[in-house]
């Protein structure tokens, strides 16, 4: 059977900052004021999700505490070495980049972790329900594994494809594919809205495709997914870098900030902190964002209307 074919788009982790004048009005009570809050550049990661974080925040900080916010758009990994220059202040959503941990916050100091943004990631690999629902034993990785030559495409060659979204992506796929000796080959969309793209695609011609996938995300109201079951988790069995042998763990995703803005003096530092919210906050942004194209600044100003009690707690312990 044939699969998604796909073009393969070139990750985008460029410095650009985009302009940060609009914002529309928070939900707090009395727009602009606190201390000198200056600016504070943001960055914004190519899923939905952390765009929905990234104006929320903007939001606040612009119109309740009277900061300038300025966004990039860097990819994961490099966004470290970004923050420890000083060209970044705050991460809103990191999936626990452990390794870049050790190096900017223990060994160097340069970044500084902020708490948890209060939403917890999943990551796995899913199916289209349909093709589970023909083929039951496609729910394991075993069964998958046996049905490999259902997801060749020419980009895969001699091989099942595999698709993932950004290389930066935190992802074992390569590695469990070889510990388990399957018989596929990861294949890189280039972002999210890329790897969505194809995936829709599937679904309008009902064909086969594993890929990688997680939580929060929008799409998962609008499509049928089924999760592969893949190994359980053992002590250990996901130690080793290059021999994965298990699912993925729940992240408890965190923020981040440069050490030189956390003891810049700035209130936006206390909201940076403040800051959480939960799956479904960020998944009702994402679906007016991505799902119903309404824009970051819209989204962001409706939510915040519509849950003020929420952006108040942000707020406490800043003086305005």
């Known amino acids: 059977m044939s699969g998604v074919v796909l073009a ?61 916010v300025s966004i990039t758009k860097i990819a994961e990994n490099p966004v470290f070495e970004a923050m420890s220059d000083g060209k970044v202040d705050v991460i809103l959503e990191d999936w626990q980049h452990t390794d870049l941990y050790k190096k900017y916050v223990d060994d160097l100091g340069k970044v ?125 069995c996901d130690t080793n870098p290059d021999k994965v042998s298990c699912a993925y763990p729940n992240y408890d995703l965190r923020k981040l900030m440069s050490t030189e803005f956390a003891e810049s003096g700035s209130p936006a530092v206390q909201f940076v902190k403040n800051f959480k919210w939960s799956n479904a906050d960020q998944e009702l942004v994402s679906q007016q964002i991505a799902g119903e194209k309404v824009s970051p600044e819209d989204a962001a100003a409706q939510w915040l209307s519509d849950n003020k009690d929420k952006a108040d707690a942000w707020l406490e312990g800043i003086s305005s």
């Open 112 to 236: 500084k972790q902020a708490g948890s943004l209060g939403v917890t990631g999943h990551i796995g690999w899913y199916l289209p329900q349909y093709l589970v629902d023909e083929n039951p034993d496609l729910a394991t990785w075993q069964g998958v594994a046996e049905n490999w030559e259902m997801f060749q495409t020419p980009e895969s060659g001699d091989k099942g494809q595999f698709l993932s979204g950004d290389p930066s992506y935190v992802t074992n796929d390569e590695s469990l594919i070889n510990t388990l000796d399957l018989n596929f080959k990861v294949i890189f969309a280039g972002g999210e809205a890329s790897e969505i793209a194809a995936i829709k695609q599937t679904y309008a011609q009902e064909e086969p495709l594993l890929f990688y996938w997680y939580e929060p995300q929008w799409l998962n109201a609008a499509l049928d997914f089924e999760e592969v079951k893949l190994p359980k988790r053992t002590k250990g």
């Open 8 to 68: 393969l788009v070139a990750a985008g982790c460029g410095a650009q900052r985009s302009s940060s004048s609009d914002g529309g009005t928070a939900a707090g009570g009395g727009g602009g004021g606190g201390g000198d809050c200056g600016e504070v550049v943001i960055n914004e990661q190519s899923w939905v999700g952390s765009t929905a974080n990234v104006y929320v925040a903007k939001n606040v900080l612009e119109n309740e505490l009277g900061c300038t």
